[in-house]
């Protein structure tokens, strides 16, 4: 039996691509190691999204040659620079692209001189690398919405979403394996449905997906800030299994900006989404993502955001320096913002909403929130998720101590009783 082991690097949505790969390799006799050094071959699943994560799937990719294993690279890095990627690594054995996903297990064969893969990848012969109380559902694949400063489109192309039949099959198996909560992402979530003839929308699936009991969340990330419609506000306000968490990246709040970076909407359109959805859903979570230092952004575009931010006061927040990413739009355009200047702005932008994070959640204390152990600490000391933070380590922590044993995946109360700039503090109710 041939032995194998993946690094899986970047979003959430190239997490469910390795896991149907593994699902794919199980399915056909390998046995899947953690240890590389142990693996016949390590395939590397790399992001190609911005330059650190490019960096870092390059840096991946040499650390595994020095195990002198069968070596393959898939993913956004491979899909985008192939022919380059073969020049400057020769000791990979194997690229596959994502466009030739389809093909993944010949080529493989081939590689290995056998013919044990006979099925291709199956979104229903996922092996979990989440906690198995907890997993992703990738509803659709690529983008449309062609942000100037985005590669996406590039890589992963069209928006094209996935069949609603083949995505409740899939929520049923994940369900089956002992699934609590269930967390939809996409490249653009709430665009769901637009490319399919039936009427189809995201809450057709929402609404399927609550028929599955097993579940005792559902969440969603990467909601369009455009597409989230009172239709979607109401349910997610009458549904107590969906969970008011809201992560809608807003990239900006200048309307000069905005319109540079090809977003739909502009800053009044923002403040009256989120005040809609606070108005629909009182204790909404607001999470969101902003770029800073985009061509051309003046002082004064850099201070309405600012603005924006202590007006809105997101719950939490992820803030990043523009990218100059080859074959965008942005790329070429003119006044491109020095390096140092960007990221003294990124500094002053979280240092604002350090203050604002911390404020909000000191009118947690007191509060019992409803959620999952997902980590022990020791023996009392325990991690928490509840409807206040997203499985992905982007939002703080929630931290939490229990008289009593408790299971990973265990459905508890916690009362809040400290906070902290990013992270809370409670105990488990007996």
Not at 17 to 37: A, H, Q, R, T, W
Not at 48 to 55: C, P, S, V
Not at 366 to 381: P, R, S, T, Y
Not at 397 to 414: A, I, N, Q, R, W
Request: hydrophobic share 35%; charged share 30%; net charge negative.
């Amino acid at each position: 039996m041939k032995k194998i082991g993946i690094v899986s690097l970047g979003c959430a949505k190239n997490l469910v691509d390795s896991e149907m790969i593994l699902g794919m390799l199980k399915d056909g006799g390998y046995e899947i190691v953690n240890d590389p050094s142990e693996a016949d071959g390590i395939i590397v699943n790399t992001c190609g999204f911005i330059l650190d994560a490019k960096q870092e799937s390059i840096d991946t990719i040499l650390e595994m040659t020095k195990y002198k294993k069968k070596l393959i690279v898939v993913g956004c890095l491979a899909e985008r620079y192939e022919e380059d990627l073969k020049k400057e690594l020769p000791e990979v054995d194997l690229f596959v692209s994502i466009r030739d996903y389809p093909h993944i297990a010949e080529r493989i064969n081939e590689l290995f001189n056998d013919n044990s893969l006979q099925k291709g990848l199956c979104p229903t012969s996922r092996v979990l690398s989440t906690p198995k109380f907890t997993a992703y559902l990738k509803i659709s694949e690529g983008c449309n919405n062609c942000c100037t400063y985005c590669a996406i489109p590039l890589i992963r192309g069209s928006f094209r979403s996935r069949p609603l039949d083949e995505l409740i099959e899939e929520a049923k198996m994940l369900a089956s394996r002992g699934v609590k909560e269930l967390v939809v992402i996409s490249q653009d979530t709430t665009r769901y449905g637009t490319d399919i003839d039936d009427k189809t929308t995201i809450v057709t699936l929402l609404n399927e997906l609550l028929k599955i009991k097993e579940f005792e969340y559902i969440r969603m990330l990467y909601l369009y800030p455009n597409e989230v419609t009172d239709e979607l506000l109401m349910l997610m306000g009458k549904e107590k299994r969906l969970t008011p968490y809201f992560d809608m990246p807003i990239q900006h709040a200048s309307s000069r900006i905005l319109k540079a970076m090809n977003r739909r909407g502009d800053k009044e359109f923002l403040y009256e989404l989120f005040e809609r959805t606070r108005k629909f859903i009182p204790n909404a979570v607001l999470r969101t993502t902003i770029i800073v230092g985009f061509p051309d952004e003046t002082e004064d575009d850099f201070n309405e955001l600012l603005n924006f931010i202590k007006e809105v006061r997101f719950d939490h927040l992820g803030a990043f320096t523009y990218s100059q990413e080859e074959d965008t739009v942005a790329y070429n355009m003119d006044n491109q913002i020095d390096e140092k200047v960007k990221k003294d702005r990124l500094n002053r932008l979280m240092k604002v909403q350090r203050k604002i994070s911390y404020d909000l959640n000191k009118t947690h204390i007191g509060e019992i929130m409803e959620g999952l152990i997902v980590a022990k600490k020791d023996n009392h000391n325990y991690e928490f998720r509840s409807g206040w933070n997203a499985p992905d380590d982007v939002d703080g922590k929630l931290f939490v101590t229990s008289d009593k044993p408790l299971e990973l995946g265990e459905k508890v109360k916690v009362k809040i009783t400290d906070a902290f700039a990013y992270d809370l503090y409670g105990d488990v109710l007996n």
